[in-house]
C-alpha cells in the first residue's frame, strides 16, 4: 500500500471525531508521524474544535514549510525557521511597495495560495501568527520534543513586528445581532416551510442561550436537551422551559457539564422543528434537501454562518456585516441594553473572562451614556 492510501485510511479512522473534508489533501501533505500525532490527540480524549485548529494550522505550517524551504517540517523547529515564519507573515505593507523582498516571497506567497491555503491579502493578523506557533508548539511537545519557541529572539521579533505595523481590533462580525436586529431576521421566516421553521428554531435557541457558538449549534443534539418544570409567570401563565446541555466547550475545564436555559418562546420554535422535522434523537439541526427531505446529517458549523447571512439579505440588511458569532456579540449586547447585570447575562452565555464580556457593556454603555452626548 503507497503511503499516501495508509495515511488515508489511518485519517478516515478518526473522522468521526475530527470532521475532514480534504482528508486526499491532507495525506499527501502530512507526514506519517503527523498523522500518528493527530490519532494520538484524539485517542487522548482532546475537542473537536481544538483538534480541528490544530490540524488546520499543522496542515499550513506544513505547506508553508514546503514551499519555503523545499522540505517537510522539521521537528523540533530550529530558532532559525521560527523566526523565518514570523518575517513571512508579519511584514510592513509600506516596505513591501518599494522593497520586494520584504516579508513572504513571491514564490511562496503563490505556491500557498495556488493550493488554497492563502486567501486574504498582505500580511496575517498578529493573533493569527500567535496562534499557529502556539499550534506548532503543543504539536511539538505531544512527540515529547522541546521547541525554540520561549526564546527571546523569537518574542521580541514577534513584538517588534507588531509595533511596526500596527492593525485595528476588529471584531469576528462587525455587527452585533441585537432584539432589533434579530426580530427582523425572524420576521423572514415566517412561513410553515420545513426551511423557515428550522431557521427560526436555530436563530432563536443560538441567541437566547447566550449567544452559543455555531460549532456548539451545529453539534446539538436531542440527547442533550432536558425538559424542565414550566416557569410560572405573574400573569397565572406558565412557559415552556429547558436545558441545553453543552458538556465539556471552548471555555469549559476539565469535565464540568455547562447547562444553559431556554425559556418560552425559543423553546415553542425549537420543538416546532423537532415535531415537524420528526426528529427524536440524534442531531438537532439538520440539512434539507431540495424536495424537503430531512438529512440524518448535522449541518456543518459553516452552514449556521450562511443561514444567518442568508436571513440578512431576506431582511434587506447588509449579509457582509453579520456573522454567526454576531448573535454572541449581540446577546451581551442586548443584555446590557436592557439593564441586565453582567454576572447573570455571563451565566447564560458561559463567558470566563469578565474582561471580555464586559467590553460589550461598556461599550452599550458608553454610546448611550451621557459622556458621548456633550453637545
Request: hydrophobic letters at 40%.
Amino acid at each position: 500500500m503507497r503511503a499516501v492510501d495508509r495515511r488515508i485510511d489511518q485519517l478516515d479512522t478518526i473522522a468521526a471525531v475530527l470532521p475532514m473534508e480534504r482528508r486526499g489533501e491532507l495525506a499527501e501533505l502530512l507526514t506519517d508521524k503527523d498523522v500518528e500525532t493527530l490519532r494520538h490527540l484524539v485517542n487522548q480524549g482532546m475537542g473537536a474544535n481544538t483538534l480541528r485548529a490544530l490540524t488546520s494550522d499543522l496542515a499550513y505550517l506544513e505547506a508553508w514549510g514546503l514551499a519555503a524551504t523545499g522540505k517537510s517540517l522539521p521537528w523540533p523547529a530550529p530558532e532559525a525557521l521560527l523566526l523565518k515564519f514570523v518575517a513571512h507573515h508579519l511584514w510592513d505593507p509600506e516596505k513591501r511597495a518599494t522593497d520586494p523582498d520584504h516579508g513572504m516571497p513571491a514564490k511562496v506567497e503563490d505556491n500557498l495560495r495556488r493550493q488554497g491555503f492563502l486567501k486574504s491579502i498582505g500580511p496575517h493578523a498578529p493573533d493569527t501568527v500567535r496562534r499557529r506557533l502556539a499550534s506548532w508548539s503543543t504539536l511539538t511537545k505531544w512527540r515529547g520534543l522541546e521547541g525554540a519557541f520561549a526564546s527571546p529572539a523569537l518574542k521580541s521579533a514577534i513584538r517588534l513586528a507588531v509595533r511596526a505595523v500596527p492593525r485595528q481590533r476588529r471584531r469576528k462580525s462587525a455587527k452585533a445581532v441585537t432584539g432589533d436586529v434579530l426580530a427582523k431576521l425572524l420576521a423572514t421566516c415566517a412561513t410553515d416551510s420545513l426551511r423557515d421553521i428550522r431557521d427560526r428554531a436555530i436563530l432563536m435557541v443560538a441567541f437566547a442561550s447566550g449567544g452559543r457558538r455555531r460549532s456548539e449549534i451545529a453539534g446539538l443534539r436531542v440527547e442533550q436537551l432536558t425538559m424542565e418544570a414550566p416557569i410560572e409567570t405573574e400573569g397565572g401563565s406558565s412557559l415552556p422551559s429547558l436545558a441545553i446541555h453543552l458538556g465539556r466547550t471552548k471555555t469549559a475545564t476539565g469535565e464540568e457539564d455547562e447547562v444553559v436555559y431556554l425559556t418560552g418562546r425559543p423553546v415553542e420554535a425549537l420543538n416546532a422543528w423537532l415535531a415537524a422535522a420528526k426528529i427524536d434523537k440524534g442531531s438537532v439541526f439538520r440539512a434539507i434537501g431540495r424536495w424537503g427531505a430531512v438529512s440524518h446529517r448535522a449541518l456543518d458549523p459553516q452552514s449556521i454562518n450562511a443561514i444567518l447571512k442568508r436571513r440578512a439579505e431576506m431582511a434587506g440588511l447588509e449579509p457582509g456585516e453579520f456573522s454567526a458569532h454576531g448573535l454572541r456579540s449581540g446577546y451581551l449586547t442586548e443584555a446590557a441594553n436592557r439593564g441586565i447585570p453582567l454576572p447573570e447575562a455571563m451565566e447564560q452565555s458561559r463567558h470566563c473572562s469578565v474582561q471580555q464580556a464586559s467590553s460589550y457593556y461598556n461599550n452599550a454603555t458608553r454610546r448611550s451614556g451621557r459622556a458621548a452626548r456633550l453637545l
